[in-house]
């Protein structure tokens, strides 16, 4: 059997968290570097195919190819880390330090790697082709379609926050319910196209997405771009992940080790023996 129970599958989750922040910081960008780009590729993949079929569902389809790298590789993604590792502090694993420290350096890492990716893939694309333009109307729509709204625009991007990590740290935890590869991808694919079908926000995805419109002539600048998106979706991005998927399935699932009644061994053989000794009588 390759299926692994919730109650095994939180065990990994707990000691996946305690790991990844005793990482070294040269290992965490490396990692978050390589996440960040890879999520790079698989945007633009995303946007291609929705824009040769004219089908958005298309687009979510083939878009956890990305995350389906990075998870088997053993890489290293901020939003996945905002359910795994509060959970190794929550046990008394790792420590708060260690946690904040594992956070900034990853996000530093994906922050990098996927500009670094935009930069490239911009680089091939002609200014007024039909992927410059939808790329750059997206960083338009991902920004100041939110600034016009003020208050509810910031709220929004909250909310898109919390509903999209919530489906991709449970795409993590999915792919640790098998030990099979094909398993593994199967079951991650599932959170991940569904997050992406419905427009939520993924703060390592913006990473890409909103200077890579930039880039490419969007009218948004760096404050527009942290402060109506980056910000508000990464605190959307740590609530749905450490609380809706991580704390949820830790309170239900993680549960406090069998504790022995002292005496109740003895009580109980006394009852048998006296049940025994009464039945011959």
């Not at 994906?110 to 200014?127: D, E, I, K, Q, R």
């Not at 909250?158 to 199967?186: D, H, R, Y």
């Not at 991005?237 to 830790?250: I, P, W």
Request: aromatic share 8%; glycine share 12%.
């Amino acid at each position: 059997m390759t299926y692994v129970k919730p109650d095994a599958v939180v065990e990994q989750m707990v000691q996946a968290g305690a790991q990844k922040s005793r990482l070294p910081v040269q290992d965490l960008l490396v990692r978050g570097f390589l996440s960040g780009a890879f999520l790079g590729f698989a945007t633009t993949l995303a946007v291609t195919a929705s824009l040769q079929t004219r089908v958005g569902l298309v687009g979510a389809l083939v878009f956890p190819v990305g995350f389906v790298m990075i998870v088997l590789l053993g890489l290293e993604l901020v939003t996945g880390n905002f359910a795994l590792v509060p959970l190794a502090v929550r046990e008394g694993r790792t420590s708060v330090g260690a946690l904040l420290s594992n956070w900034g350096w990853v996000f530093l890492g994906n922050l990098v790697g996927s500009a670094f990716y935009a930069l490239l893939f911009t680089a091939t694309l002609a200014p007024d082709s039909e992927m410059a333009r939808q790329l750059a109307s997206i960083a338009d729509a991902k920004t100041l379609g939110y600034a016009r709204l003020g208050g509810p625009g910031v709220a929004i991007a909250v909310a898109k926050g919390i509903l999209c990590n919530w489906m991709v740290t449970l795409g993590v935890v999915m792919a640790l319910t098998s030990q099979s590869t094909m398993g593994k991808i199967a079951a991650m694919w599932l959170p991940i196209m569904t997050f992406f079908a419905q427009g939520f926000e993924h703060s390592v995805v913006n990473m890409f997405l909103i200077p890579a419109g930039m880039l490419l002539g969007a009218r948004v600048g760096p404050s527009e771009w942290w402060l109506w998106n980056q910000l508000p979706v990464t605190l959307g991005n740590v609530v749905g992940g450490m609380v809706f998927t991580g704390l949820a399935l830790h309170v239900t699932h993680r549960k406090a080790p069998a504790r022995d009644v002292p005496g109740a061994t003895a009580v109980t053989l006394g009852g048998e023996m006296h049940g025994a000794l009464s039945h011959r009588s």
